[in-house]
């Protein structure tokens, strides 16, 4: 099937081939007919399926297909509304806009928080057919009335999981009282939640079902292997993996803001171009970071979870789990930022002794063992392996624990004696099986 047989508009067909793309993937195939009649659409597809350019084709040619007739004095009005969680995803999806709309006269902004409101304020008083937007700062607009929704005919709501699992349903009603009753509204989501399917019920029109990616793809499609390790020397075997496998591009998780620093400061001081995104960074610094890795200035982008959301790198090869996130489903997110659109992606994890049940987790939402290996001159050493373990859970008897676990240990390397069956929590959607760490 071609981009020409799904009925896309010359326009468009030119900009796709310039970007290099020949073929439609599968939720662009079933999404863009239905979108183009004007029907309203519940699709279930993760990041990395091509989703954007599935809502964003269709959206452009219904909009270029049939002008307004707005007087000369009169604004623009937002036609078309796309929010989005994340501000990374709301750029992305709003570069998707302009690189797929390049030849049409649409005009397009993206407006999200954390960046000065009032260039946004100018180029919405401008006029706007496109709106991308997280929730947040649209309706600060809504409220200092920059901005008026009440003429839009798409609506889209792009990974609408991850905003509710954001806490933005609230918004998200405010927002949806602003619109039209009469629109189109197409609905994406990764996973269907219970929560879901009552904000689709409310909102969707007998709407298109689409389903392309079972949840949790990501784990039968990436290659991924867990190195055992000890925690003192994280830092030097993955400085040795990306020199000696010659990595250009890596994505390394950590768990939180602090560590994402200093990881990057350690790494940099290693020889590594490194930039590290995170909350406390500013929207231009996580911007230019992105730009620089993406561009290979940088050669390894370290972030936090929250950060890491909706980040869109062509033919990302490789993620590394410096830490395994608290929360197990954070792994499939993470996993998921490498091997999109049918390249091949390799996620490699360090695991010292004391992350054993999160990897246990891990593994149950998996429905499986991950393979297990060690790095030649890297193996764990059993007393590092004691110190962990007494430091953690029995900070003041050193010495006879100590001793008691140095025995265990080198009889059984890969799980701590103490590590029962799987908190029952881990089992629950999105629970930590650990304390709370901020991200
Ligand atoms: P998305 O799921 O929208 O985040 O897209 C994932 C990645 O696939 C992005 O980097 C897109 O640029 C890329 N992509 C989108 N459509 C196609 C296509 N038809 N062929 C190849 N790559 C594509």
Redesign the pocket.
């Given at each position: 099937m071609t981009f020409q047989e799904l009925g896309l508009k010359t326009e468009l067909l030119r900009a796709l081939n310039e970007s290099g793309?020949t073929?439609?993937?599968p939720i662009?195939q079933q999404a863009i007919p239905p979108a183009l009649k004007g029907d309203d659409i519940l699709a279930g597809a993760q990041?990395?399926?091509?989703?954007?350019?599935g809502f964003t084709l269709p959206l452009l040619q219904r909009l270029s297909t049939k002008t307004l007739n707005c007087g000369r004095q009169q604004r623009r009005p937002v036609r078309a509304l796309v929010i989005t969680p994340t501000r990374e995803l709301a750029a992305q999806v709003a570069e998707s806009v302009n690189t797929y709309g390049k030849h049409l006269s649409l005009r397009s902004a993206v407006i999200f928080g954390g960046v000065g409101i009032n260039p946004q304020i100018s180029i919405l008083r401008r006029g706007i057919d496109i709106l991308v937007a997280t929730p947040g700062r649209l309706l600060d607009h809504v409220e200092q009335k920059n901005i008026d929704l009440s003429q839009v005919e798409i609506l889209v709501l792009d990974e609408a999981d991850r905003m509710l699992d954001m806490g933005f349903i609230h918004d998200i009603k405010r927002i949806l009282k602003l619109l039209p009753i009469k629109r189109q509204n197409l609905l994406f989501s990764a996973t269907f939640s219970n929560e879901i399917k009552t904000l689709a019920d409310g909102l969707l029109n007998t709407p298109t079902l689409i389903e392309v990616a079972r949840r949790n793809t990501a784990a039968e499609r990436v290659a991924q292997t867990i190195y055992r390790v000890d925690q003192k020397r994280k830092r030097a075997i993955l400085s040795f993996l990306i020199n000696s496998k010659n990595w250009r591009q890596v994505l390394v998780f950590t768990r939180t803001k602090h560590g994402a620093n200093r990881l990057a400061v350690q790494l940099e001081k290693d020889g590594i171009k490194c930039a590290a995104i995170h909350g406390n960074k500013s929207q231009g610094a996580r911007t230019k970071a992105l730009a620089d890795f993406k561009a290979g200035s940088v050669r390894v982008l370290v972030a936090t979870d929250i950060a890491a959301r909706g980040l869109?790198i062509?033919q990302l090869p490789h993620v590394v789990n410096f830490e395994l996130p608290n929360v197990p489903e954070d792994y499939v997110h993470r996993i998921g930022r490498t091997g999109?659109?049918g390249f091949a992606g390799e996620a490699i994890s360090l695991v010292c002794d004391d992350e054993t049940k999160l990897l246990l987790a891990i593994e149950r939402v998996l429905c499986k063992r991950l393979p297990q290996k060690t790095l030649d001159g890297f193996e764990p050493l059993p007393e590092n392996r004691n110190e962990t373990r007494h430091n953690v859970h029995h900070p003041r008897s050193n010495k006879k624990l100590s001793r008691g676990h140095r025995t265990n240990a080198s009889n059984q390397p890969a799980r701590k004696p103490n590590a029962g069956p799987m908190d029952k929590s881990a089992k629950s959607n999105r629970q930590p099986v650990n304390a709370k760490i901020s991200r």
């Open positions: 793309y073929q439609p993937t662009q990041t990395g399926t091509g989703k954007t350019a869109d062509d999109r659109a």
